[in-house]
RNA sequence: UGACCCAUGGUGUAACUGGCAACACGUUUGAUUUUGGUUCAAAAGAGUCCAGGUUCGAGCCCUGGUGGGUCAACCA
């Protein structure tokens, strides 16, 4: 791995900084901190990629660690979930699997030591009359009238607090920070509040949980984290998340912020994906037009395709879009290495070879992967009948059409010349069969006599082929910045045609025993893969992403 | 309104800490091609938000603006 000294990202800088000035020993430690109340989504991939990056890249390590500290909004099936995905992305945290419940009885001692310091009081106010005393930017926070309690009082009601004999909103532990600071996040913010709800890992132990601010310096100097990576809506955190482990007396870690990831024609906030979710728009968490890490793994796309494009977006602290161009070139550029290609026809039309034998059937082979060579070759049955794709005729063709037009001569791929000789319509007139004629001398698809054509067709046979539901997807939104709008909501602009679903695809035969998630090119037409709804009876392959397509753009303009 | 942060081609990141702006995606053109894919070659596209200042020299430093973001949950 060569490092290019000239390109490090800002946090990189400051890391080889402090390793160069032996800060921390010159140790690397960084953590990954979902909370589970969601799915992972492609802007967490972005972070784990970064933390589990740089403690890579700096022979540190990087914790995964889940920051349960609201029980009322998380639950199992997150924390399972969250642990598939960072595997799947590529990441191993070694035995370090931590939970922010693990450290709840160091945090109550902590918390039980800023009382006695004076730092820290029970507090019987109603969120409302907290948030009415609370001032503005520019105007103090009118003290709260238990702000003077005794530390005798208040360590008594601290107590009673965990003890559970307080309902619910009843009383809060505040730290004594300031009633004045222009940071609002200084102002008495709360510590604890009560909350009687079953936790998914401590059960009934607790009835009071930390607030955000006190547990997570608290978890990341427990864990002796070095550089505590989060997203940009922390920077008015910092300074109370420095004074917390200070008045503590505790190791403190550096917090660095960084822009969170956002992608042109999707919705990244956990509460507009729950919504999603719970609202039916799409079918799951794991929907392959989701942004989640489950939805793109089942839409196919590979760990490495997902690390690649985070490498790709770099790490800053302004507001950015990445186009979804860029995440899509990702994918075509790890499957066009590694995807099989197969045949399939997805709009069919039939075509008969009226100069063919009939009922005669022939292999022929066929190249796995131009660019593998390693990936060997297959036979794929040939025969009278066969289809190709609908938008590879034209009755009208205009020159630039390469493809197939009355008494045009096209390759079938792998297989023959073939020239269109009469078109069959319906009474509609719509047209439902081609007849054709072949060259028997084009075999594989070269002619002896060095004649070029222009155009080469994928096709599968009408008998021996494999009958498949192909589900198409596009932008789940139909404009590029969805929570952008002022008038409309998200939901309101969600792409009706996001989901097709083809019931009647053919495939070449040789798919036939392929595993759930193996992912294919279908030669001219993109990669897909198989869906986990597929069975031997009914496979279904979903599309990842199509191929570039210069011609489709042609057309548009 | 106050504090904090940010500002470089269409998009995203760089610029060895002051030496006339690079890379990727996208776009366009050409070559190759049994995928209108891939690959290869090339081009267009910013003079770095604005105004001052320091300096021989500023995208990098200073001052003042402008624009954008974040914060005033018993969420994280």
Not at 427 to 439: A, F, K, Q, R, S
Request: with cysteine; hydrophobic share 35%; aromatic share 10%.
């Amino acid at each position: 791995m060569e490092e290019n000294k000239a390109s490090l990202n800002f946090i990189e800088q400051i890391i080889e900084n402090d390793l160069k000035n032996g800060k921390n020993n010159s140790r690397v430690h960084t953590r990954f901190p979902p909370e589970p109340n969601g799915y992972l989504h492609i802007g967490h991939a972005k972070s784990i990629c970064l933390n589990f990056g740089m403690a890579e890249k700096y022979n540190g390590l990087c914790n995964l660690r889940f920051d349960d500290t609201n029980p009322t909004k998380e639950d199992v099936e997150y924390v399972d979930s969250i642990i598939e995905d960072v595997k799947w992305l590529g990441f191993d945290w070694g035995d370090r699997l931590y939970y922010a419940s693990d450290y709840f009885d160091r945090m109550y001692d902590l918390a039980v030591e800023m009382i006695k310091k004076g730092k820290a009081f029970v507090c019987d106010l109603s969120a409302e009359e907290v948030s009415a005393m609370r001032g503005t930017p520019s105007i103090p926070s009118q003290a709260s009238p238990y702000r003077t309690r005794s530390v005798e009082e208040n360590l008594d009601l601290f107590a009673r607090m965990k003890a559970g004999e307080f309902p619910d909103g009843s009383k809060t532990l505040r730290a004594k920070v300031s009633l004045d600071s222009p940071n609002m996040q200084m102002r008495d913010p709360a510590m604890y509040r009560i909350r009687h709800a079953h936790h998914h890992r401590t059960g009934s132990k607790w009835c009071i949980y930390p607030m955000y601010d006190w547990a997570h310096g608290l978890e990341d100097s427990i864990e002796g984290i070095t550089h505590s990576l989060c997203t940009l809506e922390f920077e008015n955190h910092r300074p109370l998340y420095d004074w917390y482990l200070n008045e503590a007396g505790v190791y403190r870690p550096q917090q660095i912020e960084f822009a969170r990831l956002n992608l042109s024609y999707t919705v990244m906030s956990k509460r507009k994906l729950l919504e999603l979710v719970q609202e039916k728009f799409v079918s799951g968490w794991d929907d392959p037009r989701m942004p989640t890490i489950s939805g793109m793994r089942r839409r196919g796309y590979t760990p490495e395709s997902l690390r690649a494009f985070s490498d790709r977006i770099g790490i800053a602290k302004r507001n950015n879009v990445i186009d979804v161009a860029m995440l899509e070139h990702s994918v075509r550029e790890d499957l066009n290495k590694r995807a099989k290609r197969v045949m399939a026809v997805i709009d069919p039309l039939k075509v008969t070879i009226k100069n063919y034998p009939e009922g005669h059937v022939e292999e022929l082979e066929a190249v796995n992967n131009p660019e593998d060579e390693s990936a060997g070759t297959r036979m794929i049955p040939f025969s009278k009948q066969i289809y190709i794709e609908r938008e590879d005729f034209m009755e009208d063709a205009p020159k630039k059409f390469f493809r197939l037009a009355p008494g045009r001569e096209v390759r079938l791929r792998y297989a023959y010349f073939i020239t269109c000789e009469e078109v069959i319509k319906d009474e509609n007139g719509h047209i439902v069969e081609l007849i054709c004629t072949y060259d028997p001398l084009s075999k594989g698809g070269k002619s002896p006599d060095g004649r070029k054509v222009k155009g080469t067709l994928h096709w599968v046979d009408a008998t021996n082929n494999i009958k498949a539901q192909v589900r198409v997807y596009d932008r789940l939104f139909t404009v590029a910045d969805p929570d952008g709008d002022k008038e409309k909501s998200y939901k309101e602009l969600l792409n009706p045609d996001s989901l097709s679903i083809i019931d009647q695809a053919f495939v070449e035969p040789s798919v036939a025993n392929a595993e759930v998630l193996s992912y294919y090119q279908f030669e001219r037409l993109g990669y897909f893969n198989i869906d986990k709804d597929s069975s031997k009876e009914k496979m279904i392959f979903n599309k990842t992403v199509g191929l570039k397509d210069s011609w489709a753009k042609e057309n548009v303009g």
